[in-house]
């Protein structure tokens, strides 16, 4: 009797043994098929390309790339895998969760920040594009007088130079989704292209359409898919320096205003302005060429947060805020006059008894004071606040525009002005990226700053034919004074703003 219980025993614990054992194996087979599920959505597996993180992949750093990937896989993990309480095996379906990204600062602003050559790249881009733009003042000059004496006034011919400006700053809304789907560096190649080509095509302009079409709307169209993804940069490296990077980067507006004015001045004296026009489309394709290769960036701008998580989506309307309005508001009235002085520098010269040479040497001032003002404002608004800054330089801006140009009957007051306004007037370009970034979030700075840069395309686009208009028909103070009230009516905006940010202090630092 004893063996028979002994025996029975041994029997239960060998058949609970077994049972142990195969519990293991389908446990083993349940892990097994979880990741041949898992397999299935090889799509949910994606990684950004190294190239997108780095200019060249030996100088791609492990400690962000491994960041990067870690973030990425954070963002996906969102959508996860449940086990089916019936047949135990492991499905896929989506988790209600917060899926808004949200970049994760990097660890050094210094000069172990790869950071630092976007900020390189988006000075050679501002060199060449916005030096250009603020040098259209020369060739307008010379269209109307010579080469398209009779056929044109400074209303009409304004609008080659001011269509350029309204579309390499409106277009960035539209080139958001390209990026998502190309990348920056893949956008910033198109651009690369076509500005420079647009140049070569104008000097082969033999009627006045062909200056819109070549050194108006395709040079505009080209500096966009530049522009855009490049201002962008700096603002996904840094944090505490980010004012200080962005300042720095936009700087190269002024110093290319400083540089090309009068070497195009010199060209056309030289060798005429066809020649000219080729020569510049060549160097700036250099520039551009260097440019694209040491634009580097963290991550593609997020898709929308509204449920359009389409490519194509241009417009967010989760960024859409009181706080955004009022941004909006001071982005469409402050380009009314801000690239006014630029264009209208030599015509201005010739009126109060100077020669054109003049003007341009005037533009080259008015940039070198843009260059410093750009930079300087960067490093201060980093430690005063970003829209006291704003807020002062546009102030300013429009009083001397008011006051000292009105004023300004000589060769020495002009160049007051020039100086001045170039030290003030900066705050517009280097500010906005990082006011922008202040009120919707980094992560969405492409899109935010895409929809303000919409924002002035009429201003940019108006503007200057405006003041044109009110100088042919009423004179030079009329043209002045819109000018300066455009500023002044900005600066209510950023006021207004400004004080929503402090919650109503009027002292702080914000």
Same mark, same amino acid.
């Given at each position: 009797? &004893?063996?028979? %219980? #002994?025996? +029975?025993?041994?029997?239960?614990?060998?058949? !609970?043994?077994?049972?142990?054992?195969? $519990?293991? *194996?389908?446990?083993?087979?349940?892990?097994?098929?979880?990741?041949?599920?898992?397999?299935?959505?090889?799509?949910?597996?994606?990684?950004?390309?190294?190239?997108?993180?780095?200019?060249?992949?030996?100088?791609?750093?492990?400690?962000?790339?491994?960041?990067?990937?870690?973030? &990425?896989?954070? %963002? #996906?993990? +969102?959508?996860?895998?449940?086990?089916?309480? !019936?047949?135990?095996?492991?499905?896929? $379906?989506? *988790?209600?969760?917060?899926?808004?990204?949200?970049?994760?600062?990097?660890?050094?602003?210094?000069?172990?920040?790869?950071?630092?050559?976007?900020?390189?790249?988006?000075?050679?881009?501002?060199?060449?594009?916005?030096?250009?733009?603020?040098?259209?003042?020369?060739?307008?000059?010379?269209?109307?007088?010579?080469?398209?004496?009779?056929?044109?006034?400074?209303?009409?011919?304004?609008?080659?130079?001011?269509?350029?400006?309204?579309?390499?700053?409106?277009?960035?809304?539209?080139?958001?989704?390209?990026?998502?789907?190309?990348?920056?560096?893949?956008?910033?190649?198109?651009?690369?292209?076509?500005?420079?080509?647009?140049?070569?095509?104008?000097?082969?302009?033999?009627?006045?359409?062909?200056?819109?079409?070549?050194?108006?709307?395709?040079?505009?169209?080209?500096?966009?898919?530049?522009?855009?993804?490049?201002?962008?940069?700096?603002?996904?490296?840094?944090?505490?320096?980010?004012?200080?990077?962005?300042?720095?980067?936009?700087?190269?507006?002024?110093?290319?205003?400083?540089?090309?004015?009068?070497?195009?001045?010199?060209?056309?004296?030289?060798?005429?302005?066809?020649?000219?026009?080729?020569?510049?489309?060549?160097?700036?394709?250099?520039?551009?060429?260097?440019?694209?290769?040491?634009?580097?960036?963290?991550?593609?701008?997020?898709?929308?947060?509204?449920?359009?998580?389409?490519?194509?989506?241009?417009?967010?309307?989760?960024?859409?805020?009181?706080?955004?309005?009022?941004?909006?508001?001071?982005?469409?009235?402050?380009?009314?006059?801000?690239?006014?002085?630029?264009?209208?520098?030599?015509?201005?010269?010739?009126?109060?008894?100077?020669?054109?040479?003049?003007?341009?040497?005037?533009?080259?001032?008015?940039?070198?004071?843009?260059?410093?003002?750009?930079?300087?404002?960067?490093?201060?608004?980093?430690?005063?606040?970003?829209?006291?800054?704003?807020?002062?330089?546009?102030?300013?801006?429009?009083?001397?525009?008011?006051?000292?140009?009105?004023?300004?009957?000589?060769?020495?007051?002009?160049?007051?002005?020039?100086?001045?306004?170039?030290?003030?007037?900066?705050?517009?370009?280097?500010?906005?990226?990082?006011?922008?970034?202040?009120?919707?979030?980094?992560?969405?700075?492409?899109?935010?700053?895409?929809?303000?840069?919409?924002?002035?395309?009429?201003?940019?686009?108006?503007?200057?034919?405006?003041?044109?208009?009110?100088?042919?028909?009423?004179?030079?103070?009329?043209?002045?004074?819109?000018?300066?009230?455009?500023?002044?009516?900005?600066?209510?905006?950023?006021?207004?703003?400004?004080?929503?940010?402090?919650?109503?202090?009027?002292?702080?630092?914000?």
């Amino acid at each position: 009797m &004893v063996d028979k %219980n #002994q025996e +029975q025993l041994y029997r239960s614990d060998s058949d !609970k043994s077994q049972n142990t054992c195969n $519990e293991d *194996i389908l446990e083993e087979d349940q892990k097994t098929l979880q990741v041949e599920k898992i397999d299935l959505y090889p799509e949910e597996n994606h990684y950004p390309a190294v190239l997108e993180c780095a200019p060249f992949p030996v100088l791609g750093s492990l400690d962000e790339i491994s960041q990067t990937l870690s973030r &990425v896989k954070s %963002n #996906q993990t +969102q959508k996860g895998f449940n086990i089916n309480e !019936k047949t135990g095996e492991y499905i896929k $379906e989506e *988790i209600i969760k917060d899926s808004t990204f949200k970049q994760e600062a990097y660890h050094t602003d210094g000069f172990r920040n790869p950071g630092w050559l976007t900020v390189i790249s988006c000075f050679l881009v501002n060199f060449f594009v916005f030096g250009s733009c603020f040098s259209w003042g020369v060739y307008q000059k010379l269209y109307i007088s010579e080469v398209y004496a009779g056929q044109t006034d400074l209303l009409r011919i304004a609008f080659v130079g001011t269509s350029a400006s309204a579309l390499l700053l409106a277009l960035g809304m539209f080139i958001t989704p390209v990026i998502q789907k190309i990348g920056f560096r893949s956008t910033m190649a198109i651009g690369t292209v076509a500005a420079p080509l647009a140049l070569i095509l104008a000097s082969f302009a033999t009627e006045l359409w062909h200056v819109y079409l070549s050194q108006g709307i395709l040079f505009g169209l080209g500096s966009a898919f530049v522009f855009s993804p490049s201002v962008t940069l700096p603002s996904q490296w840094f944090t505490s320096k980010r004012a200080l990077a962005t300042g720095i980067a936009v700087s190269g507006s002024g110093v290319g205003g400083v540089c090309l004015s009068p070497m195009i001045q010199s060209l056309i004296v030289s060798i005429g302005y066809r020649n000219t026009l080729r020569i510049q489309g060549a160097f700036g394709f250099g520039l551009l060429c260097i440019s694209t290769a040491l634009a580097t960036s963290r991550y593609r701008p997020p898709l929308s947060a509204n449920g359009k998580n389409k490519w194509y989506h241009i417009y967010d309307s989760s960024l859409i805020s009181r706080r955004f309005l009022l941004l909006l508001g001071f982005s469409f009235f402050v380009p009314f006059g801000y690239v006014a002085p630029f264009f209208l520098a030599p015509s201005y010269c010739e009126y109060i008894g100077l020669d054109p040479s003049t003007g341009a040497v005037m533009i080259s001032v008015m940039s070198a004071a843009n260059a410093i003002c750009r930079i300087t404002l960067g490093y201060l608004a980093d430690r005063s606040g970003r829209f006291n800054t704003m807020l002062i330089c546009t102030f300013l801006a429009g009083l001397f525009t008011m006051v000292i140009w009105q004023l300004s009957d000589s060769y020495s007051m002009f160049a007051t002005f020039c100086v001045l306004y170039g030290l003030t007037a900066g705050g517009f370009v280097s500010l906005l990226p990082v006011t922008c970034a202040d009120i919707v979030g980094v992560e969405n700075i492409q899109k935010g700053l895409g929809m303000a840069y919409m924002t002035t395309v009429i201003g940019n686009l108006l503007g200057t034919p405006i003041i044109g208009l009110l100088q042919g028909t009423f004179g030079w103070t009329a043209a002045i004074q819109f000018a300066g009230s455009m500023a002044m009516i900005s600066a209510v905006f950023m006021f207004i703003l400004r004080m929503s940010m402090s919650n109503g202090k009027l002292f702080a630092k914000v």
